[in-house]
């Protein structure tokens, strides 16, 4: 089944330690991002990647690291949260670029105490 | 600064009737508008997109309207379905590979 997974789907966690969130997807899929989803906000855009080795920056990427090792893989990397970062954070992939069909995951809901 | 805009953070439609979500924009170089539509514990589903040198597209009970010159789209659901209630986000991209997001607007589909 065409998907794409992220783990851990909830994660409560205190100020200053270390996380990843991994995302993964099985489609072949080019363009990998990251969203934060945040209530009167909408989803903005944290880090997006258009291949291996290739990412750039969205609009809120303060506090955040990515990296794209592997087409499959894009992981989302927080060095030292803080409980401005406590949101429901989505990966997403598509064939092509940012315009083409987006495939989300489920989300991962993250509390930073 | 929001430079997408969802005004109306919900909206509720009688069932069979139609159901009209506005979005406004600020930036006249954004060249690609997509809809998104999210229910409850679910990640976003992409629904409809429009480019900005069409005024209109269609998918099923699905159109998206763009008016240029007000920098406004509007998504039209007729009829309208229960199923439909979701959050729906309407987005657009400003260059590159970026997107940004309205805020949603919630749409609840009454029987």
């Known amino acids: 089944e065409a998907q794409v997974t992220q783990n851990p789907r909830y994660l409560i966690t205190v100020t200053g330690k270390k996380l990843t969130v991994t995302c993964s997807q099985n489609?072949?899929?080019?363009?990998m991002s990251w969203y934060r989803q945040d209530p009167g906000l909408g989803l903005r855009q944290i880090y997006y990647?258009?291949?291996?080795?290739?990412?750039d920056k969205g609009d809120v990427p303060e506090g955040y690291k990515v990296s794209r090792k592997e087409k499959r893989n894009f992981p989302l990397i927080l060095e030292s949260p803080s409980p401005n970062q406590t949101s429901l954070y989505f990966c997403?992939?598509?064939?092509?670029?940012?315009?083409?069909?987006?495939?989300f995951g489920p989300g991962t809901r993250l509390t930073v105490l | 600064d929001q430079q997408v805009k969802q005004n109306s953070p919900s909206l509720s439609v009688q069932e069979g009737r139609i159901s009209i979500l506005n979005c406004d924009y600020t930036?006249?170089?954004?060249?690609?508008f997509l809809w998104y539509k999210k229910y409850p514990a679910e990640g976003p589903t992409f629904l409809i997109s429009?480019?900005?040198?069409?005024d209109k597209n269609e998918d099923g009970r699905f159109t998206v309207f763009l008016n240029k010159s007000a920098k406004h789209l509007s998504l039209h659901i007729v009829p309208s379905q229960p199923g439909d209630s979701a959050v729906y986000f309407c987005?657009?991209?400003?260059?590159?590979?970026?997107?940004?997001f309205g805020q949603g607007t919630r749409l609840t589909i009454n029987p």
């Open positions: 489609m072949n899929h080019e363009y």
């Open positions: 987005a657009a991209n400003p260059r590159a590979q970026k997107l940004v």
């Open positions: 429009i480019s900005s040198i069409k």
């Open positions: 930036n006249s170089m954004f060249d690609y």
């Open positions: 990647s258009m291949n291996v080795e290739v990412t």
């Open positions: 997403a992939s598509s064939l092509a670029g940012a315009t083409d069909t987006q495939y």
